[in-house]
């Protein structure tokens, strides 16, 4: 029976990569294969799911195939690239390390080990799993000998939790009829909330003064982020700014369904989930033309050219006051989620994992 | 949901809302067109003077202040040892404050029991912490001692007023950038656009063209005029264009004296701004020109030098240009040969014919260059 197991550095619970490992796991093992994942570290609520992966060698049996979930560094990639069994990468992207210079020097270094696995894993891998071209050419780049784009698994089907309606209401009562700009990520310098912020200070002066800008997502660089609040205060926007963090599933539905728009200015990104997100809560979406967005929004949304708060608000006062527009946004949302649709992404992965595994044992 | 008055655009259908197209693939083409507008909006407020010219780069600069990414040098240096310092001491009183009572009672017997141990650890940790703490402040002296050194020998920055001595978009090679411009895909930009001449020549040939000048009071007659110009370095510019965003640039101006590490970040953002098939055009004074012609302050006190027209080819090629034969025009000082009659004429012309080729000629120099495919 073919195995292909994973490993990943942290199976977290209510993570993008905890969630696409575990549901790859059970399309694989649905598809009659052995597969088990292999974590550094895993979170108390998804241990039972997991073994470390200095167990693996006594495990190992021939004919393993190895699919490494790289988001990050980890000494997984170590592990790894000192094993006989054919390797894949599920390439996540890894945010390069320039953006951290200055701002938190610990991230800064992390990051850049991790860049550094990638290009040491790469040339040593069988194939590259991309969730986006844009990750793939990053690895054919760094000598990857074959690559294949398959989205990252993400639930938004009927499973999904609707919007938490006393969350709604509770939002709704305290911005009124006020346009709410929502972005959903890492408060971190490469998803560039502070333009963010440059956009409704101009959007508030140009077209509604009481328009206010949500931000939900873990402060994982606290520098950025006090520098994020000081200058949304320095401008006098303190109360038009509001942050949220560890929101459930359900109340997360109800900040996107509160929101008029999805307006997303980051620099780098390798796919951004929070734009399907958007797409299934029906929230039109405006997004810096950067990295993966382009190819992950289709046109689902307002790509601009330049995250300059001129053309972000004048692009967002569009959105807002054009129903018509917004309404065509979301329809093509909504098309557009067919594209990443579980069963079609698990279909692929079988595919794709299954050709690894084939083409091995026909050589052997 | 109050609706933006300014926010719909010219082009609407009869109940005020944009109409799409039919049949349009995916709503590409739609999509489009609303940025098209999305686009013209943007300059209209920007020629109403609702966007004034350096407000962006203002809030870029504010945002700055709170960063330490913002924060220069010494300041930059002694925040960080701070954090250094505040974080070299272990404290081993673990708070045994808890909800509960019996909590208090536990944790304060874990921490009275295992202080013994945890002492004996963090003794070490903060000695350690310590040490490294004094070698950074021993590196700290050095680079500030370093930086005073460098400082010293550092001249003032020119002034931009008086650094835009570059020959405007005069007769000679105006017709040349609008050629080599004129059919690009894409926006093109003018750094060290000016009073935006050659930019308003640019859109009247149908080129998508704006301008970005550091200087506010030289694109005051270009505002006036109701061209797209933005006060701003054309090197920050840059850095905040999308990749393959640009069609064409246009670089003159003080381009011609960057420092040698600003100018090879221009290559480089040139290279990465300008989409496949993009134009890059470069005007400059000859470096024999500019020493001869300059004004003193900008010769005395500009970072760079004019390079000759074969370097910047030669650098640009490294970044993937294709580049054409310089052209060359501009204020022609060369003395003029004397008659045979004069005595010793062929001597003195001979001497007038080195002086020519070697300090006088041509003064400016045209470089067109296409980022290949």
């Not at chain 1, 997991?50 to 988001?71: C, I, K, M, N, W």
């Not at chain 1, 594209?339 to 595919?351: E, Q």
């Not at chain 2, 570059?166 to 895909?185: H, M, N």
Request: glycine share 8%.
């Amino acid at each position: 029976m073919t195995a292909v197991h994973q490993f990943v550095p942290a199976l977290l619970p209510r993570d993008a990569t905890g969630h696409h490992t575990l549901a790859l796991r059970d399309a694989l093992r649905a598809a009659g294969w052995t597969s088990d994942v292999y974590v550094e570290a895993a979170h108390d609520e998804t241990a039972a799911e997991a073994t470390y992966f200095e167990e693996y060698p006594s495990r190992a049996r021939p004919g393993d195939v190895l699919l490494y979930q790289l988001g990050t560094a980890s000494p997984v990639a170590e592990f790894l690239l000192g094993r006989p069994e054919p390797l894949v990468l599920d390439y996540h992207n890894v945010t390069p390390a320039e953006f951290y210079a200055g701002w938190e020097e610990h991230t800064r270094e992390k990051v850049a080990l991790a860049r550094r696995q990638v290009a040491v894993l790469a040339p040593r891998s069988v194939l590259g799993i991309a969730d986006s071209a844009f990750n793939a050419a990053e690895l054919t780049d760094l000598g990857c000998p074959a690559t294949a784009v398959v989205p990252i698994l993400v639930d938004l089907g009927d499973t999904a939790p609707a919007p938490d309606p006393k969350e709604r209401d509770r939002l709704a009562g305290r911005h009124g009829g006020a346009t709410v700009l929502l972005f959903v990520g890492r408060l971190s310098p490469n998803k560039a909330q502070h333009h963010l912020v440059e956009a409704l200070w101009l959007y508030r002066r140009w077209y509604d003064p009481d328009a206010r800008l949500h931000l939900v997502g873990p402060e994982v660089t606290p520098s950025y982020a006090a520098a994020v609040t000081a200058f949304a205060a320095e401008l006098g926007l303190a109360d038009a700014v509001v942050s949220a963090r560890d929101l459930t599933p359900a109340q997360l539905a109800a900040w996107y369904a509160d929101a008029d728009v999805f307006v997303c200015l980051s620099q780098h990104e390798g796919f951004c989930i929070p734009l399907l997100e958007a797409m299934h809560a029906g929230t039109p979406v405006v997004a810096l033309d950067a990295g993966a967005v382009g190819e992950t929004l289709g046109a689902a949304g307002l790509l601009v050219p330049s995250a300059r708060p001129a053309t972000v608000a004048a692009a967002v006062a569009r959105v807002t006051g054009d129903p018509a527009l917004a309404s065509r946004l979301v329809d093509a949302g909504h098309r557009r989620l067919d594209d990443f649709a579980p069963a079609r992404v698990r279909r692929r992965f079988v595919d794709v994992l299954g050709g690894v595994a084939l083409g091995r044992r026909g050589a052997a | 949901m109050p609706t933006p008055p300014a926010a719909t655009p010219p082009e609407t259908a009869a109940d005020g809302s944009a109409a799409p197209p039919q049949g349009a693939a995916d709503g590409v083409d739609y999509l489009d067109q609303v940025m098209a507008e999305i686009d013209a909006e943007v300059r209209r407020r920007r020629a109403s003077g609702d966007l004034p010219a350096g407000l962006e780069r203002e809030l870029d600069e504010l945002f700055l202040e709170f960063s330490p990414v913002g924060l220069q040098g010494r300041a930059r240096l002694r925040e960080t040892l701070a954090l250094v310092d505040g974080a070299a001491y272990v404290d081993i009183a673990v708070p045994v404050a808890s909800e509960k009572p019996i909590g208090t009672y536990v944790k304060r017997l874990l921490r009275t029991g295992l202080g013994w141990y945890l002492r004996y650890i963090v003794d070490q940790v903060v000695k350690f912490a310590w040490a490294v703490s004094r070698m950074l402040h021993v590196v700290v002296d050095h680079v500030e001692e370093l930086e005073a050194a460098v400082e010293s020998t550092r001249s003032p920055d020119l002034p931009v007023e008086v650094a835009r001595t570059g020959e405007p978009a005069t007769d000679w090679w105006r017709p040349v950038a609008i050629e080599a411009l004129a059919g690009v895909a894409g926006r093109v930009v003018h750094g060290d656009c000016g009073d935006g001449s050659l930019v308003a020549a640019l859109v009247a040939a149908g080129v998508d063209a704006y301008g970005v000048d550091p200087s506010e009071p030289a694109l005051a007659a270009a505002l006036d005029d109701g061209l797209d110009v933005r006060a701003e370095p054309v090197l920050d510019h840059l850095e905040v264009v999308a990749d393959e965003a640009l069609g064409g640039l246009v670089l003159s101006g003080s381009v011609q004296w960057l420092r040698p590490n600003e100018r090879q970040r221009l290559v480089d953002l040139a290279a990465s701004r300008l989409t496949p098939g993009g134009v890059l055009v470069l005007h400059s004074a000859t470096p024999a020109s500019w020493a001869a012609g300059a004004p003193t302050l900008v010769r005395d006190l500009a970072p760079g030098r004019p390079l000759h027209a074969g370097t910047w080819a030669f650098l640009l090629a490294g970044r993937g240009f294709s580049v054409a034969a310089p052209l060359t025009g501009g204020p022609d000082r060369t003395l003029a040969r004397v008659g045979a009659s004069t005595p010793d004429a062929d001597t003195v012309n001979a001497a007038i014919d080195a002086i020519n080729e070697l300090l006088l000629g041509p003064g400016a120099y045209l470089l067109v260059a296409t980022r290949e495919r």
